[in-house]
């Protein structure tokens, strides 16, 4: 284990695979300036130090699960609560060279109050580091509108008291200089996936994946059981035009509720629909580059599914339900994706039209993937983050 390392926060502990691409490059890079890497994380998965080489996990101020935190404030703020992992996490941090937050979307106010939801989270550690000296950066972070007042006030002193702000889109740099944030050292750099050297597809299979996520009144202000309708369009359409739908889970986080393990999404798709998808938990990204090389297309709604496929060479077309998504389909050059509020007829039409030209669009999304991976990899190994 290097003897200097930085601490790395982010959602690497809720089985998104996705954030694993962001990881694996994160990790890899620093290996080779010899410094060590550890992950501040509310659980111990195996997956995170035997597959993507993080040295070691620190026990964060996270309860195990939403149940246990309720009516609480954050682990160790209440009253006759064990507070050793505090000072660990302190100990751990002045001996670092700095905290760095990201990857992701992690900025958002679904969820707000005092010691609860994400951004008292990470309001919570820079607070910590700011008193302790320690710097403090953000990672390959999108940055989309905020429900709240609180939320922006929230996300903007987060932002003005970090040391750089590495963001995956020019949007997401407009969204922060939009809510007034004044820090200077923001820089764009694409999405740490594009940095992915995958075999492609040879696009000869008809088997067309489909990726979901819950969609939900609280999350997105549709009920999911219309969403879930949606998707039988989807599920209709790509049979009507001759191919196979197969459902491809990216997330496999089902602790506070099964429905946010994508795999209980696609079972309801299956059994209403006929549809069906991969049943496996599948941690190790390369797992989906061998899956994605066995199909022609994606129609997809996770921003990583997108990256995944076009990685492997896969024509791309999206489903949107906030800028997240429609940036990624912007970075490949994909047409602009179906909204979760379009009609059956939108929906189908637009699915019928991108299978018939899919093949087509294969080179025109492969220059986008390319352009955005060029010199990518060397503009992260010059990030600010690295001592």
């Not at 964060?60 to 699960?65: A, C, D, G, I």
């Not at 320690?134 to 999108?142: E, F, G, L, S």
Request: aromatic residues 12%; hydrophobic residues 40%.
């Amino acid at each position: 284990m290097a003897d200097r390392y930085l601490v790395l926060a982010g959602g690497y502990d809720t089985k998104n695979v996705g954030d694993y691409a962001m990881l694996k490059l994160f990790t890899e890079l620093a290996s080779e300036k010899g410094l060590g890497v550890k992950l501040l994380s509310r659980h111990d998965h195996e997956v995170l130090t035997k597959v993507y080489q993080a040295d070691e996990i620190i026990e964060n101020f996270e309860f195990e699960n939403k149940e246990a935190s309720r009516g609480r404030f954050f682990r160790g703020f209440n009253v006759g609560e064990n507070t050793d992992h505090l000072g660990s996490l302190v100990q751990h941090l002045l001996k670092s060279e700095g905290l760095v937050i990201g990857g992701g979307r992690l900025l958002v106010d679904f969820v707000d109050g005092v010691m609860r939801g994400p951004l008292s989270y990470w309001s919570t550690l820079v607070t910590i580091c700011k008193f302790l000296g320690v710097p403090v950066h953000i990672y390959a972070m999108t940055f989309i509108g905020l429900r709240t007042d609180r939320g922006k006030e929230f996300v903007r002193f987060i932002v003005e008291n970090c040391d750089s702000v590495g963001v995956r889109d020019v949007k997401s740099e407009k969204v922060l200089r939009d809510l007034g944030c004044k820090n200077p050292n923001v820089y764009v750099a694409a999405d740490p996936a594009f940095a992915l050297d995958w075999q492609p597809s040879d696009l000869r299979s008809k088997r067309v994946a489909v990726s979901v996520r819950y969609i939900n009144d609280d999350y997105s202000g549709m009920p999911y059981e219309r969403y879930l309708t949606m998707m039988g369009w989807v599920v209709d359409a790509i049979k009507q035009n001759g191919f196979e739908p197969v459902g491809i889970p990216h997330c496999y986080y089902g602790l506070d509720d099964p429905y946010v393990d994508d795999r209980t999404i696609l079972a309801d798709i299956k059994q209403k629909f006929g549809a069906d998808f991969v049943q496996e938990e599948w941690l190790d990204i390369a797992q989906y580059n061998d899956f994605y090389r066995t199909t022609c297309a994606l129609i997809g709604i996770r921003r990583h599914s997108m990256l995944f496929a076009a990685a492997s060479g896969v024509p791309v077309f999206g489903i949107s339900e906030n800028d997240n998504a429609a940036n990624a389909c912007a970075d490949i050059d994909a047409d602009a994706p179906i909204a979760l509020t379009d009609s059956k007829d939108v929906v189908c039409s637009r699915i019928s039209q991108f299978l018939a030209e899919h093949v087509s669009l294969r080179e025109r999304q492969k220059n986008a993937f390319q352009d955005r991976a060029s010199g990518l990899k060397e503009l992260y190994e010059q990030a600010p983050f690295w001592p």
